[in-house]
């Protein structure tokens, strides 16, 4: 059935030739000239300082007993080192000494404010805030912002993610970027799959491989499961973004040329359910960095998980302390005292049997930022020069080293998910889901 | 008069008096197949007024006072001499003897089965005065405050779950029956369901009459099949070598093993209520729990991770193996409410 295109003054067909369809379009909005938008490989447009450093946030973050993080516009990330636990995550009572004390760094160390020149002028969203010492630092809707040591290239977001998190969660650094370019009504949100475009209420976006912007076939029956996204009268054709009329009166958004669905058998938030009916798949605005070649794809009974050539799940180790400056613990430069303690009773070679490095094949090179090969010295867990002898050569999601579970025997086994402190969330190992169709919007 | 005779006078009758339509058991029966779809699931924990009977020592202690207890001088020591020690301690377990004392269940009387036929010095009594029952989780978890009804953050966390949860949504459908009274062979075929439950306008009553898709995406490696027979309106099912129930309270998907699991229901036309029991593989059950509970959720029952693994250890009854040198598995009850439920395969064979 062909549906005449309303392009509402935009062309589409020549307008899609002037697309990059593997970032996501931004809103330019005013910043400082020092600040600009760095396109990063999971977490779309964030703004970066004047060397391509991403600016973070430390959003203020509940925690089992009180608030960590910064409430708008009071700086928290300072220069002392913090010595003792705050007592947050109970049982655990506040006051205990924290490991390696005379390696500990302090939050600015790890976090160097951004600091605003005493001429800085105000604009928009971004203000100045004054830190305790009088030394102005900028702020974004308030948040006092940051760059992380750990970002070492333009674009990384190594430091943090724009990922969703759980209340047990430590309070993460967040990087702050500009505003999608979406119409009203819609959302994007960071998954291990992507950026996935939903509509405000979480719903997950759809494309069918039959439409085009000026043909549509899902008609009739095909409206019984699929609901088209239709815009309000007023909405115009912008950038990526276009209309069609179904029937008179009736438009539908259009996003790269393909006009857009929800499905009503969905049955949870941000679902990839209705993926599953041939010819429709979720709608990304930029799709996750691939992974290594030699990783697969595994169904277990609660969804998809990456693994290695052998089928076997692949984990990531997270770590926060529990500081009052939240710092984290799960890089390989960050104290091993926790991961060592999770994964072997304390023991390496325990952690080897338990929890191996994914390995990384002799031929096999880094793939992107994302997914990179490091070098590990097994018995510290540190990072080591590749000469060293017994060192390993293993991949790493984000510069954290990813690892095999012991306890799995089986493709699609997950027997090691959740192992460790608040379900593998501060100080334990999680899955690395590529499906979620039962744990509330894990990805 | 037959019973078929009966039954359908006594429907006439029902809907002349009443204008409600009242479906006797058989009648619900569609090419002798019915189905039901979990909505509780707890360990069977008898309990008196207070534990007087059970637990005449006491509750256990949980993580909260143990590490009170073990580290008085807290603000002294490190993350490593306390904090993880602890942590260590859970997720690297042992069967070394306890440093606190661990109050076991002291009565005679549990609920349960008779696993293995035979009536040991071990073996509890059934409150109807049957003997024999193997029930040795409920001797390791029935003075655990977490673990009793009705205010234990486990009984109440991990039922709510079985509700709640789509990933803990499993089934079983009867086939073969002539009558939900009594067939000395019907099949039990056990699937997960892949949809929410039919619920009353509360959310949390589950209705019968629901419909429930078979979950092969995700869930084939679930699905299991058995035989059994039903007496005077009771299902009493063969054991199944190994059953697999996927149950995930907090996120975590996990699941419990049972080796020789069997059921017995109590069977009507709108639910079927009972026990499932048999014996739980001990490393499983330790490592669902500790997976989805964390160390403070465990301390809100007084749960122990680090004492439990000992007690279940200690008196794991079965499954003995060679080269470790001890039992694997130990043996359990649970209680279990099932709603009728239809039934519909994707790939649209047993579908009622």
């Not at chain 1, 608030?67 to 300072?78: D, L, N, V």
């Amino acid at each position: 059935m062909y549906v005449a295109l309303v392009s509402a003054g935009v062309f589409l067909n020549s307008h899609a030739a002037e697309i990059d369809s593997s970032t996501e379009a931004f809103l330019e909005i005013p910043r400082p000239a020092e600040f600009h938008v760095e396109i990063t490989e999971r977490d779309g447009p964030v703004f970066a300082n004047s060397n391509g450093k991403t600016l973070y946030k430390w959003p203020l973050h509940k925690l089992r007993n009180g608030y960590s993080g910064e409430p708008p516009g009071t700086p928290m990330c300072y220069d002392e080192v913090v010595t003792v636990t705050a007592g947050f995550m109970s049982p655990y009572p506040p006051g205990i000494k924290l490991p390696e004390p005379e390696e500990r760094l302090s939050c600015t160390e790890l976090w160097p404010p951004v600091v605003a020149k005493d001429n800085a002028e105000e604009i928009g969203k971004w203000t100045v805030v004054e830190r305790r010492d009088g030394s102005k630092q900028w702020a974004y809707e308030e948040q006092p912002l940051y760059t992380s040591v750990r970002d070492h290239f333009a674009g990384d977001v190594i430091g943090g993610s724009t990922r969703r998190y759980g209340g047990d969660s430590p309070a993460y650094r967040v990087p702050i970027g500009p505003p999608s370019q979406l119409p009203p009504g819609f959302a994007v949100r960071t998954t291990t799959v992507g950026r996935m475009l939903t509509s405000d209420k979480n719903e997950s976006i759809y494309e069918f491989e039959g439409d085009t912007a000026a043909i549509i076939n899902c008609i009739n029956a095909c409206l019984n499961n699929w609901r088209p996204v239709v815009a309000p009268a007023l909405a115009r054709a912008q950038g990526e973004w276009d209309l069609l009329e179904r029937s008179p009166g009736v438009r539908q958004w259009v996003y790269r040329g393909k006009p857009l669905y929800t499905h009503i058998l969905d049955t949870k938030s941000w679902s990839q359910q209705g993926s599953d009916v041939p010819g429709w798949t979720n709608v990304f605005t930029q799709r996750a960095p691939s992974f290594p070649q030699s990783f697969t794809v595994q169904s277990s009974i609660a969804g998809d998980v990456l693994a290695d050539v052998n089928g076997r799940t692949i984990y990531v180790y997270r770590c926060g302390e529990d500081s009052i400056d939240q710092l984290a613990c799960d890089h390989p430069e960050d104290t091993q005292i926790y991961r060592l303690a999770m994964c072997g009773a304390g023991n390496p070679a325990k952690c080897l049997q338990h929890w191996p490095y994914l390995i990384a094949g002799a031929n096999e090179t880094s793939v992107n930022r994302s997914w990179r090969i490091i070098t590990i010295d097994p018995k510290t867990g540190r990072l080591a020069s590749n000469e060293g002898e017994g060192n390993l050569r293993v991949w790493s999601y984000r510069d954290r080293p990813v690892y095999l579970f012991g306890g799995d025997s089986r493709p699609g086994d997950v027997n090691g998910g959740g192992t460790g402190e608040w379900r593998g969330q501060r100080n334990g190992l999680k899955a690395f889901w590529l499906r979620d169709d039962f744990m509330n919007g894990i990805l | 008069m037959s019973r078929l005779a009966y039954l359908t006078i006594s429907m006439a009758l029902t809907f002349w008096s009443t204008g409600i339509s009242v479906i006797a058991d058989e009648s619900i029966l569609r090419d002798g197949k019915i189905s039901y779809v979990m909505t509780d699931l707890f360990w069977s924990v008898y309990q008196t007024s207070e534990g007087n009977q059970e637990c005449p020592r006491g509750y256990n202690d949980g993580p909260r006072e143990q590490f009170e207890k073990l580290f008085p001088a807290h603000e002294y020591l490190t993350v490593e001499e306390t904090q993880l020690k602890q942590e260590i301690a859970t997720w690297h377990p042992n069967a070394d003897p306890e440093e606190f004392e661990f109050f076991e269940v002291e009565g005679e009387l549990s609920w349960g089965l008779n696993l293995d036929g035979e009536v040991g010095p071990n073996d509890f009594v059934h409150p109807d005065g049957s003997v024999g029952i193997d029930n040795e989780v409920y001797r390791a978890v029935g003075c655990i405050i977490g673990f009793r009804g009705p205010d234990g953050v486990e009984y109440i966390f991990q039922n709510k779950a079985i509700i709640d949860r789509v990933y803990n949504r499993m089934m079983i459908q009867l086939a073969d029956v002539d009558s939900l009274e009594n067939d000395d062979s019907v099949t039990v075929n056990w699937f997960r369901g892949m949809d929410r439950l039919l619920t009353d306008a509360t959310g949390q009553k589950a209705m019968s009459g629901g419909t429930q898709r078979i979950d092969r995406r995700w869930g084939e490696s679930l699905i299991r099949q058995s035989t059994g027979k039903i007496e005077d309106g009771i299902l009493t099912t063969d054991p199944i070598d190994e059953l697999v129930i996927p149950w995930m309270n907090l996120s975590v998907p996990s699941v419990h093993i049972f080796r020789d699991a069997r059921l017995q229901l109590n069977l009507s036309s709108e639910q079927a209520t009972g026990l499932l029991a048999g014996y739980a593989d001990v490393d499983t059950w330790y490592y669902q729990l500790i997976r989805n509970d964390s160390t403070h959720h465990l301390s809100n029952g007084q749960i122990s991770g680090i004492s439990l693994y000992k007690a279940l250890r200690r008196l794991a009854d079965a499954y003995p193996d060679a080269d470790l040198g001890h039992n694997t598995a130990i043996s359990t009850a649970l209680d279990i409410k099932m709603t009728q439920v239809y039934v519909v395969d994707p790939l649209e064979e047993n579908s009622e």
